[in-house]
Antibody, heavy 121, light 110 residues
Framework: QVQLVQSGAEVEKPGASVKVSCKASGFTFSSHHMHWVRQAPGQGLEWMAIINPSGTSATYAQKFQGRITVTRDTSTSTLYMELSSLRSEDTAVYYC??????????????WGQGTLVAVSS | QSALTQPASVSGSPGQSITISCTGT?????????VSWYRQNPGKAPKFMIY???NRPSGVSDRFSGSKSGNTASLTISGLQAEDEADYYCSSFTGSNTWVFGGGTKLTVL
């Protein structure tokens, strides 16, 4: 069965970086675009990034340009998201999601369990 | 890219129909037929309910329907049930391989 298992919660200080992983299983990882979405406490969903199936191209929301790097390792079926220069507003649950594909609509059919990143001094 | 505008809350009684709007601009909702809708229950990951404005993934009840007019997309839930109570989010393609979500709408079933 399809599973996306994310790394555990992180507590970071302002200005630090965090790297969240998302290990995929149960499907051909190299066939799907993958995304990162975050959700601050009590807030809505925020789209962050997409990476293509081969990992050769990633696109980021303008808001995160320069602070975010998304990569994937097809040999281990693992997706990564690194966010730098953390500030308190980055405190959120970060989700990886598999795009079902087939159109430019967001068709997230499977999600990771979410990783809480808390930024606090 | 600003978030799409959704009402903060809507409510309805069992059996009724409700509609949630999602307003963007000609650069997102109005410019593309790539609007999706998600339902999120507390503490859970979202589930996609509608894609490409009005298409339902397999397994989603036909009580859920989507439409679009100009820069505003809409999700209609007919025959409202208690289990429909959740947060609902729209999303739209914005071009150049980027997307934006709406602020979310809390649906209360009275």
């Amino acid at each position: 069965q399809v599973q996306l298992v994310q790394s555990g919660a992180e507590v970071e200080k302002p200005g630090a970086s965090v790297k969240v992983s998302c290990k995929a299983s149960g499907f051909t990882f190299s066939s799907h675009h993958m995304h990162w979405v975050r959700q601050a406490p009590g807030q809505g969903l925020e789209w962050m990034a997409i990476i293509n199936p081969s990992g050769t191209s990633a696109t980021y929301a303008q808001k995160f340009q320069g602070r975010i790097t998304v990569t994937r390792d097809t040999s281990t079926s693992t997706l990564y998201m690194e966010l730098s220069s953390l500030r308190s507003e980055d405190t959120a649950v970060y989700y990886c999601a598999r795009d079902q594909g087939g159109s430019h609509s967001l068709k997230f059919d499977f999600w990771g369990q979410g990783t809480l990143v808390a930024v606090s001094s | 890219q600003s978030a799409l505008t959704q009402p903060a809350s809507v409510s309805g009684s069992p059996g009724q129909s409700i509609t949630i709007s999602c307003t963007g601009t000609s650069s997102d909702v109005g410019g593309y037929n790539f609007v999706s809708w998600y339902r999120q229950n507390p503490g859970k990951a979202p589930k996609f309910m509608i894609y490409d404005v009005s298409n339902r993934p397999s397994g989603v009840s036909d009580r859920f329907s989507g439409s679009k007019s100009g820069n505003t997309a809409s999700l209609t839930i007919s025959g409202l049930q208690a289990e429909d109570e959740a947060d609902y989010y729209c999303s739209s393609f914005t071009g150049s391989n980027t997307w934006v979500f709406g602020g979310g709408t809390k649906l209360t079933v009275l």
